[in-house]
């Protein structure tokens, strides 16, 4: 379990590394693609900006040029005008009443309009400074709403932001503790791995030891049998060596070859790729130059009309000049004319007017017809020049759209190029992995099927040995009496022939093992470096990967930072838009407010004027009365006392007196009664009629003010409308935010999960790849072991066919020596038997001898096979062990990267799904917030509502006391109007009683210059006569 553990671990840094490179790669391209964008976008709003200008200093000249024609043309019809009128002085056609009467008709109607003029502008300039003070105050209204808005906003994104912050540091420390936590496991791992492999190597040292020893024994056993056949072994072994030294070179010489090949392939495309990069650049250039080329030449252009038309109206006006010289000595000639024909003009006067006002029909028709074909010339140039412009600014526009779309297409090419040559490396990358798998599981079938091989070739070898030795140990027995004593002599030489021997093939064998060790040594380095090359790109993808992640993630952060603030911002204008009308309304309110408050003191005050005006008039009437009364009676008094005292007589009459002046007293003041009665009865007519008056101009207000109301409402409903269709509008933004962020979303989770095949491809490729090449080492392996296999067979096939060759010679040799025996016995037969007996003891002697010989022969070949065999068999079994081994720990480290490589991937699937979560928590967490000021919003709006209501309330109570005061403002301002146009006709009025002044003293002048004519042209007869 901890093999396995810490195997995944170190897949995963690997594919991480791979995956941060591919990913840094990834974003580098995106960002250099991303500034020759922002670039050419910057180069897009300069040209525009320029087209912009020259656009302006067209129109500029335009407006310029026909300033310039009006001019021109008012000029010549100023002087045809003169013409006209010197041709028509000089005629005797013009009637120089009526030019001043049409000039001083033309001075009152020029300072009537230059004072309307006047009057409007003032008017206009009260207005817009009452506008400007209006807008000033609303202005620094909305400034203090707006810096407490922006503290609010201020404040809550300091929240947000210090919850920001605050998940992201627990987020962090988490996953410190948690890298900590596996950090310690691992090297907890790494220990307790490196102490049973410290176990392991001790225990394989002493085994080692054992070894040594067992083989030092048994080689002094098998140096006697060993050193006959030590050559012809030694002479197989060295050339199978050198088949499988040149076997191995060539492979090496073509692995070189086909690293060498794919080098220069990925150098060719990378070379490619800058290339295509630098064409890219140099295009971009040249139509930069093409773009300023084109402004310059347009620029150019524009400077040369704007000349053409400066040289054409420097023509114009010196051939005006030309003709005003030629208008000049025309008027000279005319003045001549005149002089010389003053003594016609009394004759041909009659005539003269008859057609002179024919010819001014005519002229002013010709004039007519001249100011029109001149003003639709004018227009058909001004549309040709301004028909010309648009063309060539047009022309100028499809370029420019052109080469922007030549550079967007280009652009467009070089991504798609990028994109496919960063899928063709991904997929040759996960063609590898696929390789790999592949190498590494017929790796292991192969070894399954290896390990069955060596159990089989085990047990055949085991049979065959027993076999042999059964048959030996059969034989034995038979040969060993007669072959000891030849055996012995022969022993001693073959001993020092052997140890020379041996020692020349142990030289040889030591040369060739170190050749091997170093040939494996050399092979295991290079899978080393090509696993750490392999490891190395693996990291590079992997930092790659990671860095486009962490971009990609940053950049969604931003847009979503981005959208959020936005929302706040149309969210904030619509509150502040909102609040600017309220407050709008509310001091529209307020004014009408403290309008009708003022009209209602007003009205008030003038009641009370005339309330307390009437008792004072009835105190005063009441006082005067009194003392009249007093006065009267007081006199009344005095005279009757006076009466008794002085006329005692008359005192009846003055009594009557008295009661006739007490009835007219009474009389004076029924009749005052009568005169204050009818002043009552006068100042309540009046009142009546004023609060009649008054009543009309209330009812004429009310209809107004319900007019206006109606007006209010409608707006307000048509307001009510626009808010409800802004809102409505804004949901359907945020709707179609939402929407695109889910889109995005989605494309941003599609592009995860293409990116994570794409590795895992990738890695699948690679991972085949290796497999391939782990299988194809197998391969190479395994022929090396049949051929080892193959030696030792052929090496005891060679030994066994010498065995038989041996028994064969033996059987031979005995059938020879039978029947020379035989043939010896039947020729001595016939001699005698003494010689038999003699012959036959000779035999059995040399039987006996020869037996013993080849039986020690074939116990000593015996016995040296046996030890051969044994040494052979366990050099075999240490070449298979040690191989294995090998294989073993390759394979293991294959393993690891392989199991590396998957827990990488799972953590990275894992990381990812852990990453769209927290998206979709962000994106939740959003959407609430986005409920929560839909809520807010429809709180806000049902309290605007009802302040709109309560306002409208207000505006209408508002309305009546405003729109009385604005009618009499208006009455007032039509009684000024109506004072100023008076004195306007009166003053002229006197302008014309003056200019007929004038006009009468012209007509005077006239007449005596006539006169004088008449005499001078009577005396002038009389001379000629």
Request: proline share 0%.
């Given at each position: 379990m901890n093999e396995n553990n810490i195997e995944n671990l170190v897949s995963e840094i690997s594919n991480l590394d791979t995956a941060r490179m591919t990913l840094r790669w990834a974003l580098e391209r995106i960002n250099n693609i991303e500034k020759e964008k922002n670039e050419l976008k910057k180069n897009l709003d300069l040209t525009e900006n320029d087209r912009k200008e020259l656009q302006a200093r067209?129109?500029?000249?335009?407006?310029?040029?026909?300033?310039?024609?009006?001019?021109?043309?008012?000029?010549?019809?100023?002087?045809?005008?003169?013409?006209?009128?010197?041709?028509?002085?000089?005629?005797?056609?013009?009637?120089?009443?009526?030019?001043?009467?049409?000039?001083?008709?033309?001075?009152?109607?020029?300072?009537?309009?230059?004072?309307?003029?006047?009057?409007?502008?003032?008017?206009?300039?009260?207005?817009?400074?009452?506008?400007?003070?209006?807008?000033?105050?609303?202005?620094?209204?909305?400034?203090?709403?707006?810096?407490?808005?922006?503290?609010?906003?201020?404040k809550k994104y300091d929240e947000l932001k210090?919850?920001?912050?605050?998940?992201?540091?627990?987020?962090?420390?988490?996953?410190?503790?948690?890298?900590?936590?596996?950090?310690?496991?691992?090297?907890?791992?790494?220990?307790?791995?490196?102490?049973?492999?410290?176990?392991?190597?001790?225990?394989?040292?002493?085994?080692?030891?054992?070894?040594?020893?067992?083989?030092?024994?048994?080689?002094?056993?098998?140096?006697?049998?060993?050193?006959?056949y030590k050559e012809i072994i030694s002479f197989n072994f060295d050339n199978k060596l050198k088949a499988l030294e040149e076997e191995r070179k060539k492979e090496i010489s073509s692995l070189h070859l086909s690293w060498s090949k794919e080098r220069e392939r990925l150098q060719n495309s990378v070379d490619e790729i800058s290339q295509k990069y630098s064409l890219a650049q140099e295009e971009i250039k040249l139509l930069q130059n093409k773009i300023s080329d084109i402004k310059k030449d347009f620029e150019n252009e524009i400077i040369k009309k704007i000349s053409e038309s400066e040289e054409h109206f420097k023509h114009q006006r010196e051939a005006f000049y030309v003709e005003r010289e030629k208008l000049y000595k025309e008027n000279e000639k005319l003045k001549q004319a005149l002089i010389e024909l003053e003594n016609k003009l009394v004759i041909q006067k009659d005539s003269l007017t008859k057609e002179y006002s024919q010819k001014i029909e005519e002229n002013n028709e010709k004039y007519l017809k001249l100011e029109k074909e001149i003003k639709e010339q004018y227009i058909k140039r001004e549309n040709e020049l301004s028909n010309k412009f648009n063309l060539q600014i047009e022309e100028y526009r499809k370029s420019i759209d052109s080469l922007q779309e030549i550079i967007n297409n280009q652009q467009k090419e070089y991504e798609a190029k990028i994109v496919d040559i960063i899928e063709k490396k991904e997929e040759e990358f996960k063609n590898q992995i696929a390789q790999f798998e592949e190498q590494k599981n017929s790796f292991l079938r192969e070894k399954k099927e290896f390990n069955l091989l060596i159990d089989k070739l085990r047990t055949e070898y085991e049979n065959k040995i027993k076999d042999i030795a059964?048959?030996?140990?059969?034989?034995?027995?038979?040969?060993?009496?007669?072959?000891?004593?030849?055996?012995?002599?022969?022993?001693?030489?073959?001993?020092?022939?052997?140890?020379?021997?041996?020692?020349?093939?142990?030289?040889?064998a030591q040369k060739n093992s170190e050749f091997l060790a170093q040939g494996y040594i050399s092979e295991i380095e290079n899978q080393k470096n090509r696993i750490s090359e392999l490891q190395k790109v693996i990291k590079d993808t992997r930092d790659e990967f990671e860095l486009e992640k962490i971009n990609l993630i940053e950049d969604f952060k931003r847009q979503l930072i981005d959208r959020e603030i936005e929302?706040?911002?149309?969210?904030?204008?619509?509150?502040?838009?909102?609040?600017?009308?309220?407050?709008?309304?509310?001091?529209?309110?307020?004014?009408?407010?403290?309008?009708?408050?003022?009209?209602?003191?007003?009205?008030?005050?003038?009641?009370?004027?005339?309330?307390?005006?009437?008792?004072?008039?009835?105190?005063?009437?009441?006082?005067?009365?009194?003392?009249?009364?007093?006065?009267?009676?007081?006199?009344?008094?005095?005279?009757?006392?006076?009466?008794?005292?002085?006329?005692?007589?008359?005192?009846?009459?003055?009594?009557?007196?008295?009661?006739?002046?007490?009835?007219?007293?009474?009389?004076?003041?029924?009749?005052?009664?009568?005169?204050?009665?009818?002043?009552?009865?006068?100042?309540?007519?009046?009142?009546?009629?004023?609060?009649?008056?008054?009543?009309?101009?209330?009812?004429?207000?009310?209809?107004?003010?319900?007019?206006i109301t109606l007006e209010f409402s409608e707006k307000a409903k048509l307001y009510e409308e626009r808010y409800i269709n802004t809102i409505k509008e804004k949901d359907k933004?945020?709707?179609?935010?939402?929407?695109?962020?889910?889109?995005?979303?989605?494309?941003?989770?599609?592009?995860?999960?293409?990116?994570?095949?794409?590795?895992?491809?990738?890695?699948?490729?690679?991972?085949?790849?290796?497999?391939?090449?782990?299988?194809?080492?197998?391969?190479?392996?395994?022929?090396?072991?049949?051929?080892?296999?193959?030696?030792?067979?052929?090496?005891?096939?060679?030994?066994?066919?010498?065995?038989?060759?041996?028994?064969?010679?033996?059987?031979?040799?005995?059938?020879?020596?039978?029947?020379?025996y035989e043939s010896e016995i039947s020729y001595i037969k016939a001699n005698s038997q003494k010689e038999v007996e003699k012959l036959k003891n000779d035999y059995l002697n040399t039987f006996e001898k020869e037996k013993a010989k080849y039986e020690s022969l074939i116990a000593e070949m015996n016995n040296s096979h046996q030890l051969e065999s044994d040494g052979l068999r366990k050099e075999y079994e240490n070449a298979i062990s040690i191989y294995k081994a090998k294989m073993q720990e390759s394979l293991k480290k294959e393993k690891d990267n392989f199991t590396k490589e998957i827990s990488y991937l799972e953590e990275l699937n894992a990381n990812l799904s852990k990453e769209y979560l927290n998206l979709d928590e962000k994106f939740n967490q959003i959407t609430k917030e986005n409920n929560s000021l839909k809520l807010r919003i429809n709180e806000i709006e049902a309290d605007y509502s009802n302040k709109i209501t309560k306002q409208k309330m207000e505006f209408e109570a508002d309305l009546n006391s405003k729109v009385v005061e604005q009618v009499g403002i208006q009455t007032r301002n039509l009684l000024e109007k109506i004072e100023y146009y008076e004195n306007e006709i009166s003053r002229l009025i006197s302008n014309l009683n003056f200019k007929d002044k004038e006009y009468m003293e012209l007509k005077e002048q006239l007449e005596f210059i006539n006169r004088d004519w008449e005499n001078k042209f009577k005396t002038f007869e009389k001379q000629l006569i």
């Open positions: 067209l129109k500029n000249i335009e407006e310029t040029f026909s300033a310039k024609i009006k001019t021109v043309e008012d000029k010549e019809n100023f002087y045809s005008k003169l013409e006209a009128t010197m041709q028509l002085l000089s005629e005797g056609k013009l009637d120089v009443k009526q030019l001043i009467e049409k000039e001083a008709r033309i001075d009152i109607v020029r300072r009537e309009l230059e004072n309307e003029y006047q009057r409007k502008f003032e008017e206009l300039d009260k207005s817009q400074k009452n506008l400007v003070d209006l807008w000033n105050k609303r202005l620094l209204d909305v400034e203090g709403q707006y810096a407490q808005k922006m503290l609010e906003s201020q210090n919850r920001l912050n605050e998940d992201f540091e627990k987020r962090i420390s988490e996953l410190e503790k948690s890298y900590k936590n596996r950090e310690s496991e691992l090297n907890e791992r790494i220990r307790l791995l490196e102490n049973s492999l410290s176990e392991q190597s001790e225990s394989l040292e002493f085994k080692r030891s054992q070894l040594e020893k067992e083989y030092l024994d048994k080689k002094a056993q098998l140096e006697e049998s060993y050193n006959k059964e048959k030996s140990s059969n034989e034995k027995a038979q040969l060993i009496a007669g072959y000891e004593k030849s055996l012995n002599e022969k022993i001693d030489a073959v001993q020092a022939m052997f140890k020379e021997r041996e020692r020349e093939i142990l030289a040889s929302y706040k911002e149309e969210i904030e204008k619509n509150a502040n838009r909102a609040n600017e009308e309220k407050k709008e309304l509310e001091k529209s309110i307020n004014e009408k407010q403290e309008y009708i408050a003022k009209i209602s003191g007003e009205k008030y005050e003038l009641e009370k004027a005339f309330n307390e005006r009437i008792e004072n008039l009835m105190n005063e009437n009441a006082k005067e009365r009194e003392g009249m009364i007093k006065g009267y009676e007081s006199k009344i008094n005095e005279t009757r006392i006076e009466l008794g005292r002085y006329y005692g007589a008359e005192i009846e009459k003055q009594v009557v007196r008295i009661k006739e002046l007490e009835g007219k007293i009474e009389a004076m003041e029924l009749d005052r009664e009568e005169q204050t009665k009818r002043l009552k009865e006068g100042y309540e007519e009046e009142l009546k009629l004023i609060e009649a008056k008054r009543k009309e101009e209330i009812e004429v207000y009310k209809q107004e003010i319900e007019d933004l945020i709707n179609e935010v939402i929407t695109k962020y889910e889109v995005e979303k989605q494309e941003l989770a599609k592009e995860y999960e293409k990116r994570i095949a794409i590795s895992h491809r990738e890695l699948e490729d690679q991972k085949n790849r290796l497999e391939n090449e782990l299988i194809n080492l197998k391969e190479n392996r395994e022929r090396e072991i049949k051929d080892l296999i193959s030696e030792y067979e052929n090496k005891l096939n060679s030994k066994e066919k010498f065995i038989w060759n041996l028994r064969s010679e033996l059987e031979n040799r005995m059938e020879e020596m039978k029947n020379r």
